[in-house]
């Protein structure tokens, strides 16, 4: 079945990531492997990459996914370009130091350029990351965005074109959010719906290209293209849409986790609702 978890913080160093993990019963966790509002980060030192890999090993905690800095803009020109192409492979790296299979990273913004002209600046892009990291094996997963003002990543007929433009790249995947698609347009808690939803996975990406979710209920409406994440239950996707994730067996082994908002009943209300849903 899916592994259930949630987005946890590295404070005090990323083995503690994996000791916050273990204490909410996570069966997966993601994490950030530097901080995540800065361009340069100093490298993992070896004892610590170690020590974080020896505590994953005894734990728990199955799948450890990763999330890229906020700031990598791949679909971008220029300087920006360049330091996000920099910044992107140092984060392989450092999944490749860690063990980590997955990262998962934002499509970007065409800053104004046009959606082509977007989606082949960014496949240029991959393909230079993809090229200097050949040595990982470590998968890229481009999540999808809410659509808001020119990011990329607002349909999943983006993700199709991308892996044209790649051809096919098998390290490349997607990270499918919840509050996103909703707040993008598609409909996720009726069982119908749900369904069409997954046959256009299909057809644009396919179904064993999805390496994660991310369960966020949506503040705002659908097709709002707002982007504001509400606990589980609590926003306007509709509780079906988790149950439905939850148990579907093409999903079996993905992460699925939270990154809903600490405060209220927090990440373990949150999970103990999944966990509901999901059935045990
Ligand atoms: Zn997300
Ligand atoms: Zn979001």
């Not at 999944?95 to 970007?108: A, D, M, S, Y």
Request: proline share 2%; aromatic share 6%.
């Amino acid at each position: 079945m899916a592994l259930i978890g949630a987005h946890v913080s590295i404070r005090g160093g990323l083995h503690r990531a994996i000791e916050r993990g273990e204490s909410l019963s996570c069966e997966a966790i993601q994490i950030f492997t530097k901080n995540q509002l800065q361009w340069k980060s100093p490298p993992l030192k070896l004892e610590h990459s170690i020590m974080f890999y020896k505590k994953w090993q005894e734990s728990y905690v199955k799948d450890i996914v990763a999330h890229a800095s906020y700031l990598i803009n791949l679909a971008s020109k220029g300087d920006i370009r360049l330091k996000s192409i920099s910044a992107a492979v140092d984060e392989v790296s450092r999944c490749r130091e860690l063990g980590i299979g997955c990262l998962v990273l934002h499509p970007g913004s065409h800053g104004g350029a046009g959606l082509e002209k977007g989606l082949m600046r960014m496949a240029d892009a991959l393909k230079e990351l993809l090229a200097r990291t050949d040595d990982a094996k470590t998968k890229i997963l481009l999540e999808t965005t809410a659509g808001e003002g020119f990011s990329l990543g607002g349909d999943l007929s983006h993700f199709g074109a991308l892996l044209e433009l790649l051809d096919g790249n098998s390290r490349i995947g997607v990270c499918l959010d919840t509050c996103h698609l909703f707040a993008s347009g598609y409909e996720l808690a009726p069982r119908e719906s749900y369904e069409r939803f997954v046959s256009i996975v299909d057809k644009y990406v396919g179904i064993d290209r999805v390496g994660c979710w991310h369960l966020n209920d949506s503040h705002y409406d659908r097709g709002s293209r707002k982007d504001r994440h509400a606990h589980i239950g609590e926003g306007c996707i509709g509780i079906d849409a988790f149950a439905h994730i939850l148990t579907d067996e093409r999903w079996k082994h993905v992460p699925c986790v939270l990154e809903t908002p600490k405060d209220g009943h927090g990440d373990e209300g949150n999970l103990s609702i999944l966990r509901k849903l999901r059935g045990y």
